[in-house]
């Protein structure tokens, strides 16, 4: 296996060659015979190794194991050791994805604090069938069914082209040892009920069933290949940028055949799951949005605007002091011995109606404030619409509030309660510097 693998190193993975590698190793057959083919290829290679705490002892054995592998074969280790139930109750996550984001969060600290180029992980032949598999049944596109990526920016998976029966006979050939992992044995996971249970069987009845499989992805890749140059024609044709926002032209594509289709294509990547709901978003309403956990979707008369959102951002609400703000946005607060002229981007407020600290936060749906020079409230959503503010602005739009009243429409209007009137004594200023 170590002359085919150089030979696939010298074919597919040349940029290697004189690098700093990062290898992810678990201390199981995998990973283990990885490091014995990098090292043989002669690479520079560290490992890292996480330790769960999710076995007890074993887990601790594992550690040991990598540990003692690395001191073996010369070559420097990490060891990190995670509370990963602790993670997972935190952040409300499953075992398996906390696990995943423990994992990966720290080989990227790695990665940027010791220089190194590249993480290989031990994903082999096997792996990329299940992972197939697991697509297929859960329904995907064309996209969910190329399996594991060789390389996914600074990932890099060198064995992914080699089965484990091939693994397994390297490893029994030169006495290697490794370490099994008890749950692997488990069917709890689908993963691994298709890995002991399925496939075994579809191997049974197809001896060629991992070269055909291999033959099938390449064909998906120049299938791949083919969408993906036919959608950068019309990406050019429907879609446009304006700032960090994406529209695309709902009558433009509508013109064309496979409407649905091209959508589907446009948007895959962005984290939207619904997407019946995106279909109707074409015929929709102005203002009716979609969410993903990373982007929203809106629709604004014939065109869908998307956007990149920040949860953390929407939710978190900023202290203001009698001085002001400089972060999220720059509000400067001043006492002013006169009322000059109010602008957008700045009021005159009087002091006696504010109590400090005030608080800065994004507009929610449902906020109600009175604007300056009327004595009925209005909703928040009805002021943006009659003054015709962008649907795209009124996301980007701050509230300053005190006592949980909106003081100002930061950029927009201020609220009447806090005017200046005969009886003020102190006034204040308050500024909005949008280029800060």
Same mark, same amino acid.
């Given at each position: 296996?170590?002359?085919?693998?150089?030979?696939?190193? #010298?074919?597919?993975?040349? $940029?290697?060659?004189?690098?700093? !590698?990062?290898?992810?190793?678990?201390?199981?057959?995998? +990973?283990?015979?990885?490091?014995? &083919?990098?090292?043989?290829?002669?690479?520079?290679?560290?490992?890292?190794?996480?330790?769960? =705490? /999710?076995?007890?002892?074993? %887990?601790?054995?594992?550690?040991?194991?990598?540990?003692?592998?690395?001191?073996?074969?010369?070559?420097?280790?990490?060891?990190?050791?995670?509370?990963?139930?602790?993670?997972?109750?935190?952040?409300?996550?499953?075992?398996?994805?906390?696990?995943?984001?423990?994992?990966?969060?720290?080989?990227?600290?790695?990665?940027?604090?010791?220089?190194?180029?590249?993480?290989?992980?031990?994903?082999?032949?096997?792996?990329?069938?299940?992972?197939?598999?697991?697509? &297929?049944?859960?329904?995907?596109?064309?996209?969910?069914?190329?399996?594991?990526?060789?390389?996914?920016?600074?990932?890099?998976?060198?064995?992914?082209?080699?089965?484990?029966?091939?693994?397994?006979? $390297?490893?029994?050939?030169?006495?290697?040892?490794?370490?099994?992992? =008890?749950?692997?044995?488990?069917?709890?996971?689908?993963?691994?009920?298709?890995? &002991?249970?399925?496939?075994?069987?579809?191997?049974?009845?197809?001896?060629?069933?991992?070269?055909?499989?291999?033959?099938? @992805?390449?064909?998906?890749?120049? %299938? @791949?290949?083919?969408?993906?140059?036919?959608?950068?024609?019309?990406?050019?044709?429907?879609? %446009?940028?304006?700032?960090? +926002?994406?529209?695309?032209?709902?009558?433009?594509?509508?013109?064309? *055949?496979?409407?649905?289709? &091209?959508?589907?294509?446009? /948007?895959?990547?962005?984290?939207?799951?619904?997407?019946?709901?995106?279909?109707?978003?074409?015929?929709?309403?102005?203002?009716?949005?979609?969410?993903?956990?990373?982007?929203?979707?809106?629709?604004?008369?014939?065109?869908?605007?998307?956007?990149?959102?920040? !949860?953390?951002?929407?939710?978190?609400?900023?202290?203001? %002091?009698?001085?002001?703000?400089?972060?999220?946005?720059? /509000?400067?607060?001043?006492? =002013?011995?006169?009322?000059?002229? #109010?602008?957008?981007?700045?009021?005159?407020?009087?002091?006696? #109606?504010?109590?400090?600290?005030?608080?800065?936060?994004?507009?929610?749906?449902?906020?109600?404030?009175?604007?300056?020079?009327?004595?009925?409230?209005?909703?928040?959503?009805?002021?943006?619409?009659?003054?015709?503010? *962008?649907?795209?602005?009124?996301?980007?739009?701050?509230? /300053?509030?005190?006592?949980?009243?909106?003081?100002?429409?930061?950029?927009?209007?201020?609220?009447?309660?806090?005017?200046?009137?005969?009886?003020?004594?102190?006034?204040?200023?308050?500024?909005?510097?949008?280029?800060?």
């Amino acid at each position: 296996m170590i002359a085919n693998f150089k030979e696939h190193i #010298t074919s597919n993975f040349q $940029y290697l060659l004189e690098k700093k !590698l990062l290898i992810a190793c678990s201390g199981g057959l995998d +990973s283990v015979v990885l490091t014995h &083919l990098m090292k043989e290829a002669g690479f520079d290679i560290a490992l890292a190794h996480c330790n769960f =705490s /999710l076995r007890g002892k074993e %887990s601790d054995g594992d550690e040991m194991f990598v540990i003692g592998l690395a001191k073996q074969l010369d070559i420097s280790v990490f060891a990190e050791t995670f509370d990963t139930h602790k993670f997972a109750e935190e952040h409300k996550v499953s075992t398996q994805m906390a696990a995943r984001t423990l994992r990966y969060n720290w080989f990227d600290e790695l990665l940027r604090d010791f220089k190194f180029d590249y993480l290989l992980t031990a994903h082999h032949l096997d792996d990329d069938l299940e992972t197939f598999f697991i697509n &297929l049944s859960r329904g995907t596109g064309l996209n969910g069914l190329l399996g594991i990526p060789k390389k996914n920016n600074k990932i890099i998976r060198p064995i992914l082209d080699f089965s484990r029966e091939e693994i397994l006979k $390297y490893a029994k050939k030169n006495k290697l040892q490794w370490r099994e992992d =008890s749950t692997n044995q488990k069917t709890d996971y689908l993963r691994n009920k298709l890995r &002991l249970e399925v496939l075994p069987q579809f191997k049974e009845t197809n001896e060629t069933l991992l070269k055909n499989f291999q033959k099938t @992805q390449k064909n998906l890749q120049a %299938s @791949q290949t083919l969408v993906e140059d036919y959608m950068a024609l019309i990406y050019n044709l429907v879609v %446009s940028q304006e700032g960090d +926002s994406y529209k695309i032209n709902i009558q433009k594509l509508k013109e064309l *055949p496979h409407t649905d289709q &091209l959508l589907y294509e446009l /948007l895959n990547g962005f984290g939207f799951t619904e997407w019946r709901d995106i279909s109707h978003l074409l015929h929709a309403q102005t203002g009716k949005q979609i969410f993903s956990k990373t982007h929203q979707l809106l629709k604004n008369r014939e065109e869908l605007i998307l956007s990149e959102i920040d !949860l953390e951002e929407i939710n978190e609400t900023f202290l203001v %002091s009698d001085e002001g703000i400089i972060s999220p946005i720059n /509000l400067k607060i001043e006492v =002013s011995e006169y009322i000059g002229e #109010t602008e957008k981007n700045l009021i005159y407020v009087s002091a006696e #109606t504010l109590q400090f600290p005030l608080k800065l936060r994004k507009w929610k749906s449902g906020d109600i404030f009175q604007p300056f020079g009327m004595n009925g409230k209005k909703k928040l959503s009805k002021f943006f619409k009659d003054e015709k503010i *962008p649907l795209t602005e009124k996301d980007k739009t701050w509230l /300053l509030l005190s006592d949980e009243k909106i003081v100002w429409v930061v950029g927009y209007r201020m609220d009447n309660r806090f005017r200046v009137t005969e009886t003020t004594k102190k006034i204040l200023q308050i500024s909005f510097n949008s280029k800060s």
